[in-house]
């Protein structure tokens, strides 16, 4: 079965301090796609990014960063100069895929990450 | 567009009573669906629905029932609340359930139920 894990279940950084989340995946599909959400304090979720499993090119948005490694099953999520407004929940998903071609999404428990003035 | 809504925002319920969660879509979205968020577990599948008519079970639905009898609404039933469906709820829809699709998944802004 498909599982995400976000070892990092807390993260404190300092204002402008680079910050890394984690994501490691287990999956036996050949293609699948991979997530990020961010919440923030008001609860709703914010799509971050989808990348397909056949595209390992490393993603920059921004202040945000995505490297994607097939060869470890990770796909970390770096913020750079991180701001206030970057303190939310973070959350890795995988998407799994049905019999019939629907897909679902596998959620990892998360990484709150707070950024301190 | 309004994107999707969920009704209401919170609620508080006793042990034994049911109700039912809204979730409306205005982007003619093929598929919906339902999450829980419990603190330290992420948010987790409950039900979801690949068009009208059409209902599946997702990892976690005992206690919840699904209908979709109508391509913008995706309403989820508690029949007998329990103080272990205590959670924020999540609906979601994209436009496509296909494996090529890559529609982005739009989340609702929850809601949170208190079960006592």
């Known amino acids: 079965a498909q599982k995400v894990t976000q070892a990092q279940t807390e993260i404190s950084v300092v204002e402008k301090e680079d910050v890394t989340l984690d994501c490691v995946y287990e999956?036996?599909?050949?293609?699948?796609?991979l997530f990020w959400y961010k919440q923030p304090p008001s609860g709703e979720l914010v799509f971050l990014i989808r990348r397909n499993s056949f595209d390992e090119q490393n993603e920059i948005s921004g202040r945000y960063s995505w490297n994607f490694q097939k060869s470890t099953s990770s796909f970390n999520f770096t913020i750079t100069a991180s701001q206030v407004v970057d303190s939310a929940v973070y959350f890795c998903a995988l998407s799994e895929y049905e019999e019939g071609g629907s897909e679902k999404l596998v959620f990892g428990k998360g990484t709150k990450l707070t950024v301190n003035p | 567009n309004a994107g999707v809504t969920q009704t209401p925002k919170f609620q508080v319920l006793k042990t034994g009573q049911s109700m039912t969660l809204q979730c409306a879509q205005d982007m003619n979205h093929e598929y919906m669906s339902w999450y829980r968020q419990d603190p330290g577990m992420g948010l987790r599948l409950i039900h979801y629905s690949v068009g009208a008519g059409i209902t599946d079970q997702g990892e976690v639905p005992n206690g919840y029932n699904v209908s979709r009898s109508t391509t913008e609404d995706f309403p989820l039933r508690l029949l007998s609340a329990a103080p272990s469906q205590t959670s924020v709820y999540f609906c979601a829809s994209r436009l496509s359930f296909t494996i090529a699709s890559t529609d982005t998944q739009y989340f609702g802004p929850g809601t949170r139920l208190t079960v006592l």
């Open positions: 999956t036996r599909d050949t293609t699948y796609y």
